[in-house]
């Protein structure tokens, strides 16, 4: 029984390690990867704490040398879709009602085994299976997802808080109550962080999950859910499924216990879920909770005073780290007519220094992409822009998959602003520039604007105060991420809650108290400690 009003340890970012040559880490995380890379694993699904393995066999590869195998999962359908609801809706009674402070517990427990016993096994897993590099890995798997755990306590301790006033003789308070049913977290392949908040942060709440991780992400999901167990998380909260999409879709749609989604993902996806949904509102006991994070056409645009050297790694890094698979990358650029040439020349430079290759060598600043689908689309991309009149190729272009996913980091300039790669989501190492004349700095905050239908991030880069509020004046609306002279991608929890609108999703933060609030329904209770005895009030005497 809760004898006190608890606070819990102040959370702070975990420290990013260096991983530089000599490092105790670096040597621990290098054994790690060969160890992983000597055995095959066989993962299962977790249903009410029990391993369930579908009919299905899946080999799992590493992206950059896709002949090697990891390990295989196995893939279940309707009825083991069904048998996870029936899990988290048997686990929500016990799991609600659980002090909060005990849940928190679980979750901190979960962010110290992260942080240390598992530390290079989360790294070494999404280095092999997503084609990270040691820092894109680290600052995710490692990092990001510790912080999620620890932020989203504190958080809930934060909104546990927030109380009513009372007048006298009345005592006012809200509980908040975890949703009636089970969410349904539907988690995306780049990050793992993000794979294991989404389940994390409604369970946190009191809300039990069916979790289906992508495909290309469940070597590292495996661990993930290994973590949350050995924290203590009691069987049936958070339920691992392994199933076609459409055919998840189908059971986990139609049950009348639906209670929310979580989502990152594409915006496609989430608008036809979002229309399943809307087909299916009248089936379900309440009005499920709708909270996703989608993709975006994310824009970088520089003044005449921008610093050329900070606005050329800025272009590298938020278009090419994590080969440009993050739905903050940079993909189109502003650049005005007169540092253009500056701009160009230092660019070329700096992208021939880049090292492309497997994960396994740290050395390498680039990998592959994560699988022969997203390598189909993104040089289909870069093919036309190669055969289409007033498109330059600056860098790369090249690609080949014969030992890997590997496609180069490419710059395009173009002379039309509308071209199909400054408007379509690539999720890939594209980006498109659009040289303006300096004179249309205002005309082209405008075309900025209203060029993509998504709105997620953007970056302005300017040495003139005036043109940098103007810019972000004008773009108030372009992006849920703003970031004044610095890349457009890296949000810390913390430090930049993370979300867009538009196209890109409902906004609802992750990283913050605002999108733990969506997975909670808060009830008012009034209590009075002398009831009236009679009807009548003053002003009906004579």
């Not at 005990?102 to 962010?111: C, E, N, Q, S, W």
């Not at 810019?471 to 890349?487: P, Q, R, S, T």
Request: charged letters at 20%; proline letters at 5%.
């Amino acid at each position: 029984m809760s004898t006190g009003f608890f606070q819990v340890p102040n959370p702070i970012n975990e420290p990013i390690f260096s991983y530089a040559p000599g490092t105790k880490e670096r040597e621990q995380l290098a054994n790690k990867i060969k160890e992983l890379r000597a055995q095959e694993i066989e993962v299962s699904m977790r249903i009410n704490g029990k391993d369930v393995r579908g009919d299905k066999k899946i080999a799992m590869n590493p992206p950059h040398d896709h002949k090697h195998v990891l390990g295989y999962y196995y893939e279940g359908g309707k009825k083991e879709i069904q048998d996870a609801i029936d899990s988290a809706l048997s686990a929500r009674k016990e799991w609600a009602s659980l002090s909060w402070e005990k849940r928190a517990a679980i979750f901190l427990k979960a962010a110290d085994l992260s942080a240390t016993k598992y530390r290079m096994e989360l790294n070494a897993r999404t280095m092999l299976g997503q084609s990270k590099s040691v820092y894109q890995a680290e600052i995710d798997a490692a990092c990001e997802w510790v912080d999620f755990l620890r932020f989203n306590v504190h958080y809930a301790t934060q909104i546990y808080a927030d109380q009513p006033i009372s007048s006298p003789g009345v005592w006012n308070r809200v509980e908040y109550r975890p949703l009636e049913g089970f969410i349904y977290a539907l988690t995306p392949f780049n990050f793992t962080a993000i794979a294991g908040n989404l389940p994390a942060a409604p369970a946190l709440m009191g809300n039990t999950v069916v979790w289906k991780p992508s495909p290309q992400q469940i070597y590292s999901a495996d661990l993930l859910m290994k973590i949350l167990e050995e924290a203590g998380l009691p069987k049936g909260v958070i339920n691992l499924v392994f199933a076609d999409g459409p055919e998840a879709g189908d059971v986990v749609f139609g049950h009348k216990d639906f209670a929310g989604i979580h989502f990152t993902g594409s915006t496609k996806v989430f608008q036809l879920i979002w229309q399943k949904i809307g087909n299916n509102i009248s089936n379900y006991k309440s009005y499920p909770r709708i909270v996703g994070e989608t993709g975006g056409k994310d824009f970088v645009i520089a003044h005449p005073s921008a610093n050329v050297p900070a606005l050329v790694t800025a272009l590298i890094r938020g278009a090419f780290e994590y080969q440009g698979q993050k739905c903050s990358a940079a993909s189109r650029a502003y650049i005005p007519k007169s540092i253009w040439s500056a701009t160009k020349e230092l660019l070329i430079k700096e992208l021939a220094t880049i090292k492309m290759g497997g994960t396994e060598d740290f050395g390498n600043f680039f990998n592959a992409v994560i699988d022969a689908r997203a390598f189909a689309k993104i040089t289909g991309y870069i093919d036309l822009a190669k055969k289409s009149s007033g498109v330059e190729l600056v860098a790369g272009g090249n690609y080949d998959d014969s030992k890997g996913y590997f496609v180069e980091p490419t710059v395009f300039v173009t002379d039309d602003p509308h071209f199909v790669t400054m408007e379509e989501e690539i999720f890939g190492p594209v980006l498109t520039i659009y040289v303006y004349e300096d004179s249309e700095w205002e005309k082209t905050l405008q075309l900025v604007d209203s060029t993509s239908a998504y709105a997620l991030t953007g970056a302005i880069f300017s040495q003139d105060v005036y043109a940098l509020s103007e810019a972000a004046k004008v773009l108030e609306n372009a992006a849920g991420n703003l970031y004044l002279n610095d890349k457009c991608t890296g949000a810390v929890v913390g430090q930049q809650p993370f979300g867009g609108a538009r196209a890109s999703g409902t906004n609802d933060k992750a990283g913050s108290y605002l999108n733990l609030l969506r997975w909670v329904s808060p009830r008012t209770i009034k209590e009075v400690f002398v009831s009236p005895e009679d009807y009548r009030y003053p002003f009906l005497g004579n």
